[in-house]
């Protein structure tokens, strides 16, 4: 299990290895073309929000962590259909990605 750090302002959030590999190319596409855009996901179980929601900006600081330190096989489609998604809806929701 992966984690994603924003801004150091709350825990982490804590995604697969696999599933963040992909963010990790969504994500950095996104904001090397200085493309922000809100991301969205459910929280664990000890938080009090039922959904929580940032604005991904590439002037935040952003840390990936993976616990596997081999990174698995990318699958250009899904990256296509999860840029797709999130062109559509403005907003990536870690819950109901393609």
Same mark, same amino acid.
């Not at 969205?40 to 039922?50: F, H, Q, R, Y």
């Not at 616990?67 to 840029?83: F, G, H, S």
């Given at each position: 299990?992966? $984690?994603?750090?924003y801004? /150091? /302002?709350? %825990? %982490? +959030?804590?995604v697969?290895?696999e599933?963040l *590999?992909? @963010?990790k190319?969504v =994500?950095g596409?996104?904001?090397?073309?200085?493309? /922000?855009?809100?991301m969205?996901w @459910? %929280?664990d179980?000890? /938080? *009090? *929000?039922g $959904?929580?929601?940032i604005?991904?900006h590439?002037s +935040?600081?952003?840390?990936? *962590?993976?616990?596997n &330190?081999?990174m %698995?096989r =990318?699958? &250009?489609?899904? +990256?296509?259909r999860?840029m797709?998604? @999130?062109s559509?809806?403005?907003?990536?929701v @870690?819950?109901?990605?393609?």
């Amino acid at each position: 299990m992966g $984690r994603l750090e924003y801004n /150091s /302002s709350r %825990p %982490p +959030i804590e995604v697969d290895d696999e599933t963040l *590999a992909y @963010l990790k190319i969504v =994500i950095g596409t996104k904001l090397r073309r200085q493309e /922000s855009f809100m991301m969205t996901w @459910l %929280p664990d179980e000890k /938080s *009090a *929000a039922g $959904r929580l929601t940032i604005w991904m900006h590439a002037s +935040i600081p952003l840390i990936l *962590a993976f616990d596997n &330190p081999v990174m %698995p096989r =990318i699958d &250009p489609k899904r +990256i296509e259909r999860m840029m797709e998604h @999130l062109s559509r809806r403005g907003e990536l929701v @870690l819950d109901q990605l393609p």
